[in-house]
């Protein structure tokens, strides 16, 4: 397993997600999608356009499925281009839920840390105290 995912392990995504070097559709679960150029998600083969922050929010959890991303990280690959609240973005992750709630993929807080997808199928529990995240399988 990974280590928790921020900004001082890894470098945020600065790129626009239209011109994305990725390919063009990337499928993560067998009813979940991302379509880069259409910055839409498909889910149970229903087309979905995303705002350009939930899009870029949720392309980071599904990059880092099943590890913890801080707040600050995602508050930077949401947000490259100016600095925002915790609040911002605690309402794109309420928004892309919603859009995800038809799915096995779940989105969880870790208290004091950030977030996790996971999927019901291989989900993991985390918790995070001040000095570390603990895995429990």
């Not at 994305?20 to 993560?28: A, D, I, P, T, V």
């Not at 939930?54 to 600095?83: H, T």
Request: with cysteine.
């Amino acid at each position: 397993m990974s280590p928790p995912i921020n900004n001082q392990t890894i470098e945020p995504c600065q790129d626009y997600c239209s011109k994305c070097s990725k390919s063009n559709s990337l499928r993560f679960h067998e009813n979940l999608s991302l379509s880069y150029n259409e910055q839409s998600v498909h889910i149970n083969e229903k087309k979905i356009k995303l705002t350009n922050r939930a899009f870029r929010v949720l392309c980071a959890l599904l990059k880092y499925k099943n590890n913890p991303v801080s707040f600050s990280f995602l508050q930077d690959y949401g947000w490259p281009d100016s600095s925002v609240v915790r609040n911002n973005l605690t309402v794109i992750i309420s928004e892309i839920r919603t859009y995800i709630r038809a799915t096995e993929i779940k989105i969880a807080n870790v208290r004091g840390f950030g977030y996790v997808l996971t999927t019901s199928i291989d989900e993991v529990k985390f918790y995070h105290d001040s000095r570390c995240v603990v895995y429990i399988t």
